[in-house]
């Protein structure tokens, strides 16, 4: 056990007002740092690699290392919650008129929780669809997913879903649904591909569109507006006995195809798809502009909503600033094309998207009390 006088110094430390403008500090830098690496890194992996993070790491030229250089937001976050929690249970006092101060410290603690469950929890993704189209599922815009499709049953696919996270260089990949296993010899997060020419090395691909191709690792793409063509060289494996060496990748249009034990397979590398209990069926889609311009006024959606589950079935629309909640994700209008017959909707599924709500009510209730007891004294003084 600490002496007294070290754990004096300990909670003098996590409670003291030093602290807390410390960390509020820091938070204001790495806001502006995030902001800046917006430019190269693009907005999602600069959040991830500044505000959602531990340390911010430096990797050099050349070096397989990764070097914490700067505190992240998940420290500092993590240290002015600590901070909040002590004051506020050990410094605060706990009487009538003090009790604005505890619920605005209860609000910004439930703030900082809220953004750590936004972190670990929230999932987003997109539905690009087309005017008649229905869709019962949106894609990751960053992650992708082995498909292997049974087709043998002409009216309904059977599909295992292979994550990214185990598309692994070396791993064998085992499913209880699938007759065969999975080898991963190569994989990328982004690369280039062409046709093959007489002066290229000879192919890995023995089936498939991959002997005539090349493929190449490239850069991972950090712009918000491009997109990783992510590829994999795969090997079905049966007893020992190899089905086919395959390129698969999101970039490639047809799928990858081969016969086991009478039944037609195919092989296709896709965005991550989330499934939902509903469809959604695009009837309409305007794209209105101001007068005389080409500036954009107004994007929205007319959807057919139908969840047999909950016997809904009603006509939605989506507007720009006027999402649809439903079923545990709320769809925005995000984008359009195909000459305004496509429309895409950005999807979040956040469980604690009450949470900063909540914790700004907190905030400015207790606020409001604070300053409202301490007028109502002053008042009662000047009487």
Same mark, same amino acid.
């Given at each position: 056990?600490?002496?007294?006088?070290?754990?004096?110094?300990?909670?003098?430390?996590?409670?003291?007002?030093?602290?807390? @403008?410390?960390?509020?500090?820091?938070?204001?830098? &790495?806001? /502006?740092?995030?902001?800046?690496?917006?430019?190269?890194?693009?907005?999602? @992996?600069?959040?991830?690699?500044?505000?959602?993070? &531990?340390?911010?790491?430096?990797?050099?030229?050349?070096?397989?290392?990764?070097?914490?250089?700067?505190?992240?937001?998940?420290?500092?976050?993590?240290?002015?919650?600590?901070?909040?929690?002590?004051?506020?249970?050990? #410094?605060?006092? #706990?009487?009538?008129?003090?009790?604005?101060?505890? /619920?605005?410290? @209860?609000?910004?603690?439930?703030?900082?929780?809220?953004?750590?469950?936004?972190?670990?929890?929230?999932?987003?993704?997109?539905?690009?669809?087309?005017?008649?189209?229905?869709?019962?599922?949106?894609?990751?815009?960053?992650?992708?997913?082995?498909?292997?499709?049974?087709?043998?049953?002409?009216?309904?696919?059977?599909?295992?879903?292979?994550?990214?996270?185990?598309?692994?260089? !070396?791993?064998?990949?085992?499913?209880?649904?699938?007759?065969?296993?999975?080898?991963?010899?190569?994989?990328?997060?982004?690369?280039?591909?062409?046709?093959?020419?007489?002066?290229?090395?000879?192919?890995?691909?023995?089936m498939g569109i991959g002997p005539s191709i090349v493929v190449r690792p490239q850069s991972i793409a950090t712009s918000d507006d491009e997109q990783n063509a992510a590829a994999a060289l795969i090997e079905p494996v049966e007893g020992g006995r190899s089905l086919g060496v395959f390129w698969v990748s999101n970039a490639l249009g047809a799928p990858q195809g081969f016969v086991f034990e009478g039944h037609p397979w195919r092989l296709v590398l896709r965005q991550r798809r989330y499934y939902l209990p509903f469809a959604l069926t695009l009837k309409e889609f305007h794209h209105d502009v101001y007068p005389g311009t080409d500036i954009p006024k107004n994007f929205s959606?007319?959807?057919?909503?139908?969840?047999?589950?909950?016997?809904?079935?009603?006509?939605?629309?989506?507007?720009?600033?006027?999402?649809?909640?439903?079923?545990?994700?709320?769809?925005?209008?995000?984008?359009?094309?195909?000459?305004?017959?496509?429309?895409?909707?950005?999807?979040? #599924?956040?469980? !604690?998207?009450?949470?900063?709500?909540?914790?700004?009510?907190?905030?400015?209730?207790?606020?409001?009390?604070?300053?409202?007891?301490?007028?109502?004294?002053?008042? #009662?003084?000047?009487?």
């Open positions: 056990m600490l002496p007294k006088t070290a754990s004096k110094q300990l909670v003098d430390f996590l409670t003291s007002m030093r602290l807390t @403008l410390a960390c509020l500090v820091l938070l204001m830098v &790495l806001v /502006l740092i995030c902001t800046l690496a917006q430019v190269p890194l693009g907005t999602h @992996l600069a959040v991830e690699r500044t505000i959602r993070t &531990l340390f911010i790491r430096w990797t050099p030229q050349g070096s397989s290392l990764s070097i914490p250089v700067f505190p992240g937001g998940g420290l500092v976050g993590s240290v002015l919650l600590v901070n909040l929690l002590f004051a506020q249970f050990l #410094r605060l006092e #706990r009487s009538r008129r003090k009790t604005g101060l505890w /619920l605005a410290h @209860l609000g910004l603690a439930l703030l900082f929780v809220g953004e750590f469950a936004s972190s670990l929890c929230q999932v987003e993704s997109r539905m690009p669809i087309e005017i008649g189209q229905t869709r019962d599922f949106s894609e990751d815009t960053r992650a992708m997913e082995l498909a292997a499709i049974d087709s043998a049953d002409s009216a309904l696919d059977t599909v295992t879903s292979i994550a990214q996270s185990s598309l692994i260089p !070396g791993r064998e990949i085992v499913a209880p649904s699938l007759p065969f296993k999975i080898l991963v010899r190569r994989w990328y997060d982004n690369s280039a591909i062409s046709m093959r020419t007489p002066m290229d090395p000879p192919s890995e691909a023995t959606s007319l959807v057919r909503l139908v969840d047999p589950s909950r016997q809904e079935d009603r006509d939605v629309v989506i507007r720009m600033n006027s999402p649809l909640r439903y079923g545990g994700s709320t769809f925005y209008q995000a984008s359009f094309g195909m000459g305004d017959k496509l429309s895409v909707l950005q999807v979040v #599924r956040n469980p !604690g998207w009450l949470i900063p709500y909540l914790s700004c009510a907190l905030v400015a209730i207790g606020m409001l009390m604070h300053f409202g007891i301490k007028l109502s004294g002053t008042l #009662r003084g000047s009487l």
